[in-house]
């Protein structure tokens, strides 16, 4: 809801440029990736899983609505680095969470079904964005309006981990490892995902070059949400394939989808790196994104 008006945020109301954007994206994500190794390391324990995911969601409806009351694009920049810490605290035990409840022939399946669900949520809440900007909303009264999503997520996130404790023994079996594995020298899948996303063009760009192409602002959540609905879609698929063919033979096929697309203009781009995405990211927690200490085969 809030993240594809942010261009036109920045850009039209606090008068920012391309390279605030830029900014924006990368100090966020970085922020996130940072705060997933201590979080990755936390979740080793099943009592500390629901308070960070709960505290993620809480942190993230907390500072969105905060962006609409801005008057300049570094405090837009500050904002979504807390927003992003927050993805960065409730990602690691979500995705353990998961991976302890649900059994091994199945766990692509499962991962799948929650990317798609959670890419449901990102068609819904564009599209309320696009209805209050067809009704003359401004954009400020939008981001604001971001509370009660904001707030119904986090209440069905704490409803949803208070039973979701999973198989305790098997998450305890890697809390004797040390400190120091986390750090040890990464395998080629973890290199290559990262070298992926270190690559990856922001999307804040790509949404700036949209309305430079003359796509109205109004219309940015409506276009955001048909993506999504190709995320959702391809996630369902991307998580059976990966159980039928394997992770990383899965992710090749996104990652090569995703840069057929590169270089092309912003929507089709748009479509066939979504498509990537929903097929690889599905599968990439097997090799260390989700938590690596956990499945050590995979990422040895």
Request: aromatic share 8%; proline share 8%; charged share 15%.
């Amino acid at each position: 809801m809030v993240y594809p008006l942010l261009p036109a945020f920045v850009t039209g109301v606090l008068g920012g440029g391309a390279v605030a954007l830029g900014a924006l994206d990368g100090a966020a994500d970085a922020a996130a990736a940072l705060v997933k190794l201590v979080a990755g390391r936390l979740a080793d324990r099943p009592s500390r899983r629901g308070p960070l995911i709960v505290g993620g969601y809480f942190l993230a409806a907390a500072v969105r609505p905060v962006i609409a009351l801005t008057a300049a694009a570094w405090q837009v920049v500050v904002l979504r680095v807390v927003d992003r810490l927050g993805k960065g605290l409730r990602t690691p035990p979500r995705d353990a969470l998961i991976a302890d409840v649900t059994p091994a022939p199945i766990i692509g399946r499962a991962f799948g079904l929650q990317r798609g669900l959670d890419h449901v949520g990102a068609v819904i809440g564009p599209l309320v964005a696009w209805l209050l900007l067809s009704r003359h909303a401004d954009v400020r009264t939008v981001i604001l309006a971001s509370i009660v999503p904001g707030v119904l997520v986090l209440a069905i996130a704490t409803w949803a981990v208070k039973g979701g404790e999973g198989r305790r023994g098997a998450a305890e079996a890697n809390i004797s490892s040390p400190p120091s594995a986390a750090l040890r020298r990464p395998s080629p899948p973890v290199i290559a995902i990262a070298l992926f996303y270190l690559l990856r063009m922001p999307e804040t760009l790509m949404i700036l070059r949209a309305q430079q192409l003359g796509i109205a602002v109004a219309l940015i959540p409506l276009l955001w949400a048909a993506l999504h609905v190709i995320r959702s879609s391809t996630s369902f698929v991307g998580g059976a394939l990966s159980d039928r063919i394997g992770p990383s033979r899965t992710m090749w096929i996104g990652w090569l989808s995703c840069r057929a697309g590169w270089g092309r203009s912003p929507w089709p781009c748009f479509s066939t790196c979504e498509w990537g995405d929903g097929v690889h990211g599905k599968c990439r927690w097997r090799f260390g994104f989700g938590d690596p200490l956990a499945f050590p085969d995979e990422v040895a």
